[in-house]
């Protein structure tokens, strides 16, 4: 008589005992029973789940199916989509907040996946490692450009008011050099100062100019931070599309 196969537990991972009567298998350790139909509508309850993000029924559900074949790749995937919160793979680079505790749950799921895989089924766990790996840098990238931009943008408000009170310096010190020293015109030229409530002195001038170049210089070396981040972002960009077309081929003959 052949040997019966020894099938675990989902929750505790205890040895389920066969009840021929009730037509069920039960865990005397927790407490949970499984029916003999564990297969093909569970998986359809499990993707059912899946697609209402109840993500907890749907783990539970997956990892039933593992319970009877562990090296299930429809099951290890939802398992994998489950710990982040996903209803795809592809979600993992349109989905925000995939660092720290989801980046560590969809890890140890993949790991968990390559732990009873062949060599040849190993790739597709570890493909979505590396794609989780890149969108993380990428979410870094986006966080440490957004303070610069606001920075940028800034400093770019100021240089326009910078320039422009620079122009009008410059106009009132030629029209002082050419106008005409009469009474009325120093009058004027006095008036006009004490609205703009400031002087077009050499001096004024030169600060103004030198104030200019400082938030010149300062905009481009921000500009500069950014597109270095920009050009990093491509590069990570052009690698999880290579990572998702994989993925997708993989998928594919599931």
């Not at 009730?22 to 564990?38: E, K, N, P, T």
């Not at 210089?217 to 998702?244: C, E, G, H, P």
């Amino acid at each position: 008589m052949a040997e019966e196969k020894i099938i675990k537990c989902g929750k505790c991972g205890a040895d389920l005992i066969r009840d021929t009567e009730r037509q069920l298998y039960r865990c005397d350790f927790c407490g949970v029973a499984y029916g003999f139909s564990l297969g093909g509508d569970l998986m359809e309850k499990a993707k059912h789940s899946l697609s209402l993000r109840e993500y907890a029924d749907a783990d539970l559900l997956y990892s039933h199916i593992l319970t009877w074949d562990q090296t299930n790749l429809e099951a290890l995937r939802g398992r994998v989509l489950c710990a982040g919160r996903i209803n795809s793979i592809s979600d993992i680079r349109n989905t925000g907040g995939m660092s720290g505790a989801r980046r560590d749950a969809i890890t140890k799921r993949c790991n968990e996946a390559m732990l009873v895989l062949s060599d040849e089924k190993k790739e597709y766990f570890g493909l979505i490692k590396k794609a989780v790996d890149v969108q993380c840098q990428i979410e870094l990238i986006d966080r440490r450009t957004k303070p610069l931009t606001k920075k940028r943008d800034k400093i770019q408000d100021e240089v326009v008011s910078v320039d422009s009170r620079l122009v009008e310096q410059e106009y009132r010190q030629r029209r002082e050099s050419y106008r005409n020293f009469s009474i009325t015109g120093y009058l004027i030229d006095r008036a006009f100062d004490s609205i703009l409530g400031e002087s077009t002195t050499p001096e004024s001038v030169r600060s103004t100019q030198d104030t200019s170049e400082i938030m010149h210089s300062s905009a481009s070396n921000v500009s500069r931070k950014i597109s270095s981040y920009q050009s990093k972002k491509l590069d990570l960009s052009t690698r999880m599309s290579a990572y998702m077309k994989r993925i997708a081929e993989i998928e594919s003959e599931f």
